[in-house]
C-alpha cells in the first residue's frame, strides 16, 4: 500500500477547529441577534468587547450566567467593553428564554432581569466555528462554554474554556478587564491574584546599570531582587467600575 493510500482523508473545512490565538486580529463577522444585525469589529471600534458562547437556550447554568452578566452589565460598560452572547439556537428561541428569564426566574437575589446585550443566532455555527467554539469530541451540535476578550483594536487578548457543569466566574472576567487596562495604561503587569489597589510589577530591567540601581534601592520602585520590583498604584489612579470604587 503506498504512502498515499495509507493518509488520512482530507479534513473538511467544517470539522476544523481552529481557535484564534492571544495577540492576533479576532475573526470578523455579521449576525442576526436579539438586539438586531451586528458587524464585528466595525459596531465596536474603540471599545473592549467579550463574546461568549454557551451550550443553549432554556438550560438551567447558562441561565445564571445570563442574570448575572446582565446584572453586571452596567459595570463592563464602566470598562467600556461590550457584551456578545452566542448560542446555535435561533432567534425566535433566543427572544423566548430571555422573556423567560426576566418573567419568571428569581436567583440570587436576581429577578425581572432584562438581557439588553445582543445574543446570537448561529444555527449554521458560522461564528461559533470562526472562534474554535465547537469542539466536536465535546459535542459536536453546541457551543462549549468560551470567553474571548478582544482589545479597542480587535485584537484577542484573553481566552477562557469552561466545562459544560461548570458556570462561569464573572467578578474574574471582570477582574481580568481591570488588569489588562492598567497594564496597557501604566505599563505594568499584575501579579497572581492581583486586585486593584494591590502593587503591580514593573517591567524588567533593560540593562546592567538599571539593575545595579534597582538593587541598590535606587528609584521608586521597591525591589525583591534586581528582576522582580513592584509599586503602587493607587485605586484612585485606576480606571475601575462604579463596584469596585
Not at 30 to 36: F, I, K, P, W, Y
Not at 71 to 96: R, V, W, Y
Not at 184 to 195: L, R
Amino acid at each position: 500500500m503506498t504512502t498515499a493510500q495509507n493518509a488520512p482523508a482530507e479534513t473538511s473545512a467544517a470539522e476544523v477547529v481552529r481557535i484564534p490565538l492571544i495577540g492576533e486580529t479576532a475573526p470578523a463577522f455579521e449576525a442576526v441577534t436579539t438586539q438586531g444585525p451586528i458587524r464585528f469589529p466595525d459596531d465596536y471600534q474603540g471599545k473592549w468587547a467579550i463574546l461568549f458562547s454557551h451550550p443553549a437556550d432554556f438550560t438551567p447554568v447558562c441561565t445564571t450566567e445570563f442574570m448575572t452578566f446582565a446584572t453586571l452589565m452596567p459595570q463592563f460598560e464602566a470598562l467600556n467593553c461590550k457584551l456578545i452572547g452566542l448560542s446555535i439556537d435561533s432567534n425566535f428561541s433566543h427572544i423566548a428564554w430571555l422573556r423567560t428569564i426576566k418573567e419568571k426566574i428569581k436567583y440570587k437575589g436576581m429577578e425581572n432581569v432584562e438581557v439588553t446585550f445582543p445574543v446570537i443566532a448561529d444555527l449554521k455555527m458560522d461564528v461559533a466555528r470562526k472562534y474554535g467554539m465547537v469542539h466536536a469530541s465535546a459535542d459536536d451540535s453546541h457551543a462549549v462554554r468560551a470567553v474571548f476578550i478582544m482589545d479597542p483594536e480587535a485584537k484577542v487578548r484573553a481566552v477562557l474554556y469552561y466545562p459544560s457543569s461548570m458556570g462561569r466566574n464573572f467578578q474574574e472576567i471582570l477582574r481580568m478587564i481591570v488588569a489588562m487596562q492598567t497594564a496597557d495604561k501604566h505599563k505594568v503587569a499584575t501579579p497572581a491574584d492581583w486586585q486593584p489597589g494591590d502593587d503591580v510589577i514593573v517591567p524588567p530591567p533593560g540593562s546592567c546599570g538599571v539593575a545595579q540601581e534597582r538593587v541598590e534601592g535606587k528609584g521608586d520602585a521597591k525591589c525583591l531582587d534586581w528582576f522582580m520590583c513592584l509599586r503602587e498604584i493607587p485605586k484612585g489612579k485606576l480606571d475601575l467600575p462604579p463596584m469596585w470604587k
